[in-house]
């Protein structure tokens, strides 16, 4: 049994309501042996035109980790399929071979790739919604941090390419808080340097000059 854990985006119900889907289940245990991508078991798993129960329609991160932690149960055998199953199994092969390039802007990710992946990068891991002012003084003692920031600060780059340059992604952050919570956390940043909380060193723009320097995606994010 699943517990009911806040953040994760489903509870213990949701995943006993799934269960009795058999066309769920079937596109899970696809997605557990890798014949099928999240993305694919994700559109597989339930009917059109919304591929998913209504409650997730605005969750999909959610639903997305119920599906894998089912394939991972049932990966493990801690978890039994119908003996029937394989008809469906069957039917929703059928179905992915006719998706075609409908695939393209899913995720391409497969089971075994998500379960390889490291916790700080890994898209299904449970991120937290609030910044502690302990994330604040981990972030600060990074210079090039503060750089970018700062040039976030003066419109000269976007959000997006501070994460970049600082993290290497603009799809995470670390110390596991959400994008949300980052970006929170940046502009509180910002408030603290422009009242003198957090004093720049006068040798940042020198020091870190790739980080004032605009990207071409740049044009139209500004720090307001």
Do not use: W
């Amino acid at each position: 049994m699943m517990p009911e854990v806040p953040g994760f985006g489903y509870s213990k119900d949701d995943v006993e309501d799934l269960l009795q889907c058999r066309r769920f289940l079937a596109a899970v245990s696809l997605y557990g042996q890798d014949r099928l991508t999240l993305g694919q078991a994700h559109i597989l798993s339930f009917p059109p035109p919304h591929y998913a129960p209504e409650r997730y329609l605005f969750n999909h991160i959610g639903y997305e980790r119920i599906m894998h932690e089912v394939a991972r149960r049932i990966a493990t055998g801690t978890m039994a399929l119908p003996e029937d199953i394989s008809r469906d199994v069957d039917m929703v092969m059928s179905d992915a071979e006719s998706l075609g390039r409908r695939m393209d802007n899913i995720s391409t990710h497969k089971f075994s790739e998500f379960e390889a992946m490291p916790v700080a990068v890994n898209p299904l891991t449970v991120r937290r919604e609030k910044f502690t002012e302990e994330d604040i003084e981990e972030f600060i003692k990074d210079s090039r941090f503060l750089a970018c920031v700062d040039a976030y600060r003066n419109s000269i780059v976007a959000l997006r390419t501070v994460m970049i340059r600082v993290f290497g992604d603009a799809s995470y952050a670390p110390r596991l808080l959400s994008i949300e919570a980052f970006f929170a956390l940046t502009k509180e940043v910002i408030a603290r340097i422009e009242d003198g909380r957090i004093v720049l060193p006068g040798s940042i723009r020198t020091d870190h000059p790739f980080a004032y320097i605009p990207s071409p995606d740049d044009q139209d994010a500004r720090f307001t």
